[in-house]
C-alpha cells in the first residue's frame, strides 16, 4: 500500500512563531486532506489539497503531487493551534480510501 | 448542513461484552467508511459502504467486528465480543459518491475495554 510520512514528529512553538510541516507519499494521489485533531479527538479538515496552493487565515498549504509531497504552513501560531495535525491520501486507483500519517504532534504555549 | 453524527460519544464495557456503534453521514453522501484510532496512532480504515454495499473490509476483524448500512443511510459497526485491544476511537467519515472530494468525520466513540 501507499506509505505517507510526516515531519517532524513533535513541535513545540512559542505563541506566534511560524512553522512548516511536510506530509511525503509514495505514489500517485488523487486526493489529499490535512487535518487538525483537537485535544478531544475531533478531526477538523484543514484542507483538501490534492495539487496547487491554498490559503485560508493562518494557514496555507501547497501540494506538488509530480514529487509527492505536501506542505502545511502555520503562520502566527497560537495557543488553539496545539494538537495534532495529520495528513491523510488517497491512492490514485486505490478506490477513495485515505491512508493517514503518523502526525505531527504540535505544541504552541504562552 | 449538519455534519456527520455518532452515538454513544463514549462506552466503557468489560472484555468478553458487546457493543455497537451508530452513525449518520452527511445527507445525500453515498460513501460511508468506519475508522479505528489507537492512541498514539492514525485512524485506519476498517470497513468502506458504497450506498448499503460493502466496498472493501479487507481490514475489518471479521471474527468480532460487523457493519451494516442497510437502508444506504445510516450505519452500526458492532464488536462481539470486545478484546482490550479494541480500545480506541471509532470514526466515522462520509463522502459523496465521485471519485475526487472530501471526506467529513464526525466526533468519534471513544471505547474503554476493561
Known amino acids: 500500500g501507499i506509505q505517507v510520512e510526516q515531519s517532524p514528529p513533535d513541535l513545540i512553538l512559542q505563541e506566534g512563531a511560524n512553522s512548516t510541516l511536510r506530509c511525503n507519499f509514495s505514489d500517485s494521489v488523487n486526493n489529499l486532506q490535512w487535518f487538525h485533531q483537537n485535544p478531544w479527538g475531533q478531526l477538523i479538515n484543514l484542507f483538501y489539497?490534492?495539487?496547487g496552493t491554498k490559503q485560508n487565515g493562518r494557514l496555507s498549504a501547497t501540494t506538488v503531487a509530480t514529487e509527492r509531497y505536501s506542505l502545511l504552513y502555520i503562520s502566527s501560531s497560537q495557543t488553539t493551534d496545539s494538537g495534532v495535525y495529520f495528513c491523510?491520501?488517497?491512492?490514485?486507483?486505490?478506490?477513495?480510501?485515505?491512508?493517514f500519517g503518523t502526525g505531527t504532534q504540535l505544541k504552541v504555549e504562552l | 448542513e449538519a455534519g456527520v453524527a455518532q452515538s454513544p460519544r463514549y462506552k466503557i464495557i468489560e472484555k468478553r461484552q458487546s457493543v455497537a456503534f451508530w452513525c449518520n453521514p452527511i445527507s445525500g453522501h453515498a460513501t460511508l467508511y468506519w475508522y479505528q484510532q489507537i492512541l498514539g496512532q492514525g485512524p485506519k480504515l476498517l470497513i468502506q459502504f458504497q450506498n448499503n454495499g460493502v466496498v472493501d473490509d479487507s481490514q475489518l476483524p471479521k471474527d468480532r467486528f460487523s457493519a451494516e448500512r442497510l437502508k444506504g443511510v445510516d450505519s452500526t459497526l458492532k464488536i462481539q465480543p470486545a478484546k482490550l485491544e479494541d480500545s480506541a476511537v471509532y470514526l466515522c467519515a462520509s463522502k459523496t459518491g465521485q471519485s475526487f472530494g472530501t471526506q467529513y468525520f464526525g466526533p468519534g466513540t471513544r471505547l474503554t475495554v476493561l
Open positions: 491523510a491520501v488517497e491512492r490514485t486507483g486505490g478506490g477513495n480510501k485515505l491512508t
Open positions: 489539497i490534492p495539487s
